[in-house]
């Protein structure tokens, strides 16, 4: 049982040496991917010792039952500390998204409903940086159109973890939020009380570790500067600061111009592009990538809906794990990890089953 760790075991032995070397550490993105690599096999080695050990403790418990009763006594309950041993081991080597320990670009979008969605999106970015916060992640705005009422048009947003784990990763919890979110309230701007449904749109990338990564070839790319805008049109600065870049080949278009000098607005949209060109290139290679992209958001459309935020009943559902709360207040504050739980429980199952099949 569980023979294909050793293979795992033998390299975290090999990454330990590695880690070792003084010259690994003189570049910081093969230092990054190996710490990321050893931190997921350190969780593994540790579940498999600790199975080895129950599994040990049993069988020497089993030998001695007949020689002392009170050693037959705490059968059962090695029994039951090997079957939960190799649970957490099973779950662990379950296959992991190889992005889980990435950080992460987010985008939010308003969509059907006007004013409205635009408020909610705000609601949204809120949210999520209270869930960052809550984190210890750091958090940045790349790019952010607002209303003249305060709600956001759109908004990217940058969001950094803090250590080489997977399973603690920006990745691993936020790769679920991407498609349309529900919104169901009296609007501020309704005088007869009535509820409205609105839609806003969240998509979310990976980020890429290093500049190189993604190979763009600056011969594809057109780059046009213009003067940054502000809530309803108007002119923020007279100099040609922002910076919008389309690559060519695909037609993706990113923008930014929430910084006064052009050259870090032109950084920060490349931050974006390259994000976009890597889900796009492992959308290519990898067809359950793809699929799990697919679901993410295709327009702001209502029916589209992952989740729904019904605030006359203070109730948070997820459509796609049917997991519902009356804490809507808490979740708008932050509260996100029951919700994220939800789809990594289901995302887990659903693997489980596959190896199973």
């Known amino acids: 049982m569980f023979e294909n760790v050793q293979p795992l075991i033998a390299e975290h032995e090999s990454l330990q040496q590695e880690l070792a070397d003084p010259a690994l550490h003189g570049d910081p993105v093969r230092s990054k991917r190996v710490n990321r690599r050893y931190a997921e096999l350190s969780r593994i080695v540790a579940a498999h010792a600790s199975w080895r050990q129950a599994s040990d403790d049993l069988a020497a418990a089993r030998e ?19 079957e939960e041993s190799g649970e957490r081991l099973r779950r662990l080597l379950v296959p992991r998204d190889p992005n889980d320990a990435r950080d992460v670009i987010m985008e939010i979008k308003m969509g059907e409903g006007g004013e409205e969605s635009a408020l909610f999106a705000g609601d949204l970015l809120r949210m999520y940086l209270r869930y960052a916060e809550s984190k210890g992640w750091r958090t940045e705005i790349i790019e952010q159109t607002s209303t003249d009422l305060g709600g956001v048009k759109d908004v990217e947003l940058a969001i950094k973890g ?58 594809e790319l057109r ?6 805008q502000g809530a309803g049109g108007q002119s923020v600065n007279t100099t040609d ?6 690559h060519l080949p695909t037609g993706i278009v990113v923008q930014s111009q929430n910084e006064r000098s052009q050259l870090q607005n032109r950084a920060n949209a490349m931050r974006v592009l390259q994000a976009r060109l890597l889900a796009r290139q492992q959308e290519e290679a990898d067809a359950a990538a793809a699929a799990s992209r697919k679901s993410q958001i295709r327009t702001v459309d209502r029916s589209e809906r992952i ?26 504050g932050g509260a996100l990890d029951p919700v994220i739980q939800s789809c990594v429980d289901l995302d887990e199952q659903e693997k489980l089953a596959n190896l199973a099949g």
């Open 162 to 219: 803090t250590g080489p784990s997977p399973e603690d990763g920006v990745w691993a919890h936020l790769k679920y939020e991407g498609g349309v979110h529900r919104v169901q309230r009296v609007p501020v701007t309704e005088t007869q009380g009535r509820i409205h449904t609105s839609a806003a749109g969240v998509l979310v990338f990976p980020e890429v570790d290093a500049p190189d990564e993604i190979q763009i070839d600056p011969n």
């Open 307 to 332: 989740r729904t935020y019904n605030f006359p009943e203070n109730r948070i559902a997820d459509h796609r794990t049917g997991y519902k709360a009356y804490n809507l207040d808490q979740v708008l």
């Open 64 to 82: 001695l039952a007949d020689l002392d009763d009170a050693i037959k006594a705490e059968i059962p309950g090695l029994e039951t500390e090997v």
């Open 241 to 246: 600061s922002a910076v919008r870049i389309t």
């Open 223 to 228: 780059i046009d500067v213009f003067h940054s």
